[in-house]
């Protein structure tokens, strides 16, 4: 695929799965950075980690 049509298919993504795959990406991010660093983790902890994060923080919040 070239670059260019990979951008437009990128642009033509709705906004909610733009986001989705935003945040997918952030653990391989993660453990890449930390690898880098010297300091490796478990990508799969890193997954189970944010998927967690990411339940929380869809929860519907309580009204006070």
């Known amino acids: 695929m070239e670059w260019k049509e990979a ?6 993504l709705p906004e909610e799965e ?11 991010k993660v453990a890449r950075s930390m690898a880098f660093e010297g300091e490796p983790v478990d990508l799969g ?7 967690r994060r990411a339940m929380l923080s869809e929860r519907p919040k ?3």
């Not at 951008?7 to 033509?12: G, K, L, N, P, T």
């Open 7 to 12: 951008i437009r298919e990128w642009r033509a």
């Open 18 to 28: 733009q986001q989705r795959r935003r945040r997918a990406s952030i653990p391989r």
């Open 45 to 51: 902890e890193l997954d189970a980690w944010h998927a």
């Open 62 to 64: 309580q009204e006070v």
